[in-house]
């Protein structure tokens, strides 16, 4: 796993269903079972409004809550693909958007430039098709010696 104040990577995660993928990011945002659950209904929520494939294998999930203590860009390389839901199979890039209501500024504005990243098809395509945890990495978080 690779991290910085925004960005966790993780390359060849065991995580292998929507559900454990939804699990594992609101544990990772609170202790608290009560924000777990409200976090957990949030991205129930949002797939109601529509789906979150963004591209071919990808999906990104994104909420916005009151409850999230910093935004979080979290980006899952499941080793094996991911039945995502009915029509949305064979899933091998993850990214999920959790923000911090009333986010700052220079917050929102990295989100949105890590988001016009995706919109760049040649982008994805280096994503899913990099086999090294390095080479990912780097590609998804600009500055590397921010990471820990």
Same mark, same amino acid.
């Given at each position: ?29 609170s ?14 929520d949002r797939e ?14 994104? =909420? &916005?809550?009151? #409850? @999230? ?5 979290i ?6 693909? +991911?039945?995502? /839901?009915?029509? =949305? &199979?064979?899933? #091998? @890039? ?12 220079? +917050?929102?504005? /990295? ?6 990243? @995706? ?30």
């Open positions: 796993m690779a991290t910085n104040s925004l960005y966790q990577v993780h390359f060849r995660s065991a995580l292998a269903s929507r559900e454990s993928v939804y699990s594992f990011c609101a544990d990772h945002a202790n608290d079972s009560s924000t777990r659950h409200h976090l957990l209904q949030a991205f129930h109601k409004v529509g789906s979150t494939q963004i591209a071919e294998h990808v999906v990104m999930p994104h =909420i &916005e809550s009151d #409850q @999230l203590d910093q935004s979080q860009i980006v899952i390389r499941p080793a094996e693909q +991911i039945r995502w /839901e009915a029509g =949305i &199979e064979k899933i #091998q @890039l993850v990214i999920v958007l959790l923000l911090k209501r009333n986010e700052s500024a220079a +917050i929102k504005r /990295e989100l949105i430039g890590f988001t016009r990243t @995706l919109a760049d098809e040649d982008h994805i395509n280096e994503l899913l098709e990099t086999e090294e945890e390095a080479a990912f990495i780097n590609k998804i978080i600009p500055n590397r010696e921010e990471s820990q």
